[in-house]
């Protein structure tokens, strides 16, 4: 499922918010039924927890906090530390190389869909897995095709009932900081990791809301969203040919997708995991090209057949 900020923020106009309010139910109906034991989830970081400090491509986190950032949960997640470890161990076996972190921060994009399918970021024990999506340079597709893999593979030795999710994506790109533009105050926080102050992060959030209006009023220089791209993903997606992302370079997602579509990577991470069990289908299909979110935002469920 996409995530964004702007849920939880003065601005989308409420029946927006009821309609991908009422796709999140559907996805909610479909864990509650399935009632997992153990949540995987596969997302991105927004340099809250992650920097150019060490940016690694992929890191499973033994322990995690959230950050609290857009009204998400602050605290600490339920992960459960022996089997993140066995995680690890096994995704590095299987030729995969990942980092560990036994004190991870995770913002919205980790928390927010816990949140929605829950109630709350600590129902449920979860391994918290950190795709980096926006700091380049960035690795091939077809490494997080692996990624998904390997964890599939792991997940399938545990005897528990388990919920894979994919949290970001699909086309958007909305104002997140770039290194080679930066200015110095920005550069402590995205390479050095120095905390925002209560005022700056209100101050961010409204310059998220403004750059949210001028946006969906065509304004702005942020670069369109693409619903013909979404959807081709999306169909690839909803019939299982993962392959097929292989041949899509970085410069084209970003060129068709914008300079955050690379969240992508954690459903392409996702889907590998759940194809390890064998052909799946999906069945909640829901996608809106919310210019009011700065995003293309799609929610998928999809179990084995």
Known sequence: MSHSPLLKLPGPPQDLLDQVGGAIGQAREFVRAFDPELVVIFSPDHYNGFFYKV??????????????DYGTHAGPLDVPADLAQDCAKAVLGAGVDVAVSASMDVDHGTVQPLEN???AATSRP??????????????PLHRCRALGTAVGRYVATLDRRVLVVGSGGLSHSPPVPDLVTAGPAVVERIVHGRPMTPQQRRARQAAVIDAAKSFAKGSGDLQPLNPAWDHRFLEIIDGGHLG????????????????????????IAAFAALSTAGPYRTRVRYYKAAAELIAGFAIRTAAPV
Request: aromatic share 10%; charged share 10%.
């Open 126 to 139: 979860v391994i918290p897995i950190f795709i980096n999506a926006i700091a380049v340079p960035l690795g």
């Open 55 to 68: 940016m690694p491509p992929f890191c499973i986190g033994t322990r995690a906090n959230g950050v609290g």
């Open 117 to 119: 399918l829950f109630g």
């Open 244 to 267: 097929d992302l292989d041949q899509w370079s970085n410069s084209f997602v970003v060129h068709e997708g914008g300079s955050s579509a690379h969240e992508i990577r954690t459903w």
